[in-house]
């Protein structure tokens, strides 16, 4: 059965092994009688799975001892308020600072003024000029000299990956750079896994795992330990960092099933050689899509250049009375979900690891064939 390539942001393409072997063990996990659905969270197979899952996911990332590695649930946006609920408390003034470089920062900062004394360190939420060329808002990233700080902040939270605006820091900033002793908070969501992540110069990096590393329902962070065991009064129990990294993930239960599959995504990764080689395909896949429309007057992708997503590539076409008519003929040709978020129109590529190159050259052919015909 050949399927069609799907270019959704998430819940997203996953690879086609681990979905077979997932299909293979649904009646039966090894023996066991039973399907990883219809465990205990607390009997020895699952104990087994997500210990796995966490060490697998330790290797690919190489994240330091000094880490813990959870598994939770509620998602990234979960995240905007279980994120402040744990740390704001780690320094007595209790505040943080946010970077907003598109919608997805711009809600966690949102969200996080909710718990205490938050405030925009740097945002790109209006035009400004670069390299000679006029940026519209939540097209660039400002750059980190520009990010002010406070020195008391609990830490500093910025998207590393911008989802729906196509937005991509090309490095994570170093903590020692920014000029204050603030540890970074980084929501790694939508492009976890795609590359090799230095963990070691975060305090925090959270990802739901719906677009690289799995199915919807688990949330991956990793968080440095001596920034956990001190949450506020007001984090519910089952979002304290500390009482979820003391029973592994399973003080409560844990999205079982959702584990397993990104244990099986982690399996996947390591036999493709590792997020090092994620990254080399990536960049590949993201070059031939660039490439292709910067070198057409139909296509348009208006991200300052350095900042560009190899992950989610928003583009527009020169006359947007034609949208329907390209998305339709994309179904028909077997490209799926090509449509970009409502929030910014036009349309939206996301070739996350599962995406083979084959997949975006059949992209490309299609626009191809329809700038022809059309442009
Ligand atoms: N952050 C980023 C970067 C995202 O892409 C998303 C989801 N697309 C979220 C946060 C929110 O994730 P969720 O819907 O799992 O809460």
């Known amino acids: 059965m050949s399927r069609p390539f799907n270019f959704s942001a998430g819940p997203a393409v996953m690879p086609e092994s681990v979905l077979q072997q997932a299909a293979a063990e649904m009646l039966d996990w090894r023996g066991s009688g039973m399907s990883v659905m219809e465990m205990s969270h607390r009997g020895k197979e699952f104990v087994q799975i997500c210990d796995e899952a966490e060490a697998d996911l330790r290797e690919l990332l190489s994240v330091p001892q000094d880490y813990a590695i959870l598994f939770m649930q509620g998602g990234a946006t979960a995240e905007n308020a279980i994120v402040p609920l ?79 605006d196509g937005i991509e820091f090309a490095e994570w900033p170093d903590a020692a750079a920014l000029g204050a002793d603030v540890p970074l908070v980084v929501d790694a969501s939508s492009h976890f896994l795609s590359r090799p992540m230095n963990i070691s110069r975060t305090g925090l990096v959270y990802a739901g795992a719906q677009k690289n590393a799995g199915p919807a329902g688990v949330t991956i962070v990793i968080v440095r330990r001596d920034l956990v065991g001190h949450a506020l009064d007001a984090c519910p129990s089952a979002f304290d960092y500390a009482k979820v990294a003391k029973e592994s993930s399973r003080f409560n239960t844990p999205p079982s099933y959702a584990i397993y599959m990104a244990g099986l995504v982690f399996k996947w990764v390591l036999a493709n050689g590792g997020v090092q080689a994620m990254e080399e395909a990536n960049r590949a896949k ?24 190899r992950m989610n590539v928003p583009f527009t076409l020169a006359d947007e009375s034609l949208n329907d008519a390209f998305l339709k003929g994309a179904a028909q040709a077997g490209l799926l979900a090509l449509k970009g978020h409502k929030s910014v129109g036009g349309m939206r590529a996301s070739i996350y690891n599962a995406m083979p190159l084959a997949g975006v050259q059949a992209l490309v052919d299609y626009m191809k064939a329809f700038e022809k015909s059309h442009g």
Do not use: M
């Open 286 to 309: 993201a070059d031939l899509l660039y490439g292709y429309i910067d070198n057409s007057g139909f296509y348009r992708n208006g991200i300052h250049a350095p900042v560009r997503s």
């Open 86 to 164: 744990n740390l704001l408390g780690t320094r007595p003034a209790r505040s943080a600072d946010y970077v907003l470089t598109g919608s997805w920062s711009k809600k966690s900062y949102q969200e996080a003024t909710r718990y205490g004394d938050v405030r925009i360190a740097a945002s790109a939420d209006h035009e400004t000029q670069l390299d000679g060329r006029r940026q519209a808002p939540f097209t660039w990233v400002p750059p980190v000299d520009t990010w002010t700080l406070r020195p008391e902040s609990s830490y500093v939270h910025f998207c590393s990956n911008e989802t729906i």
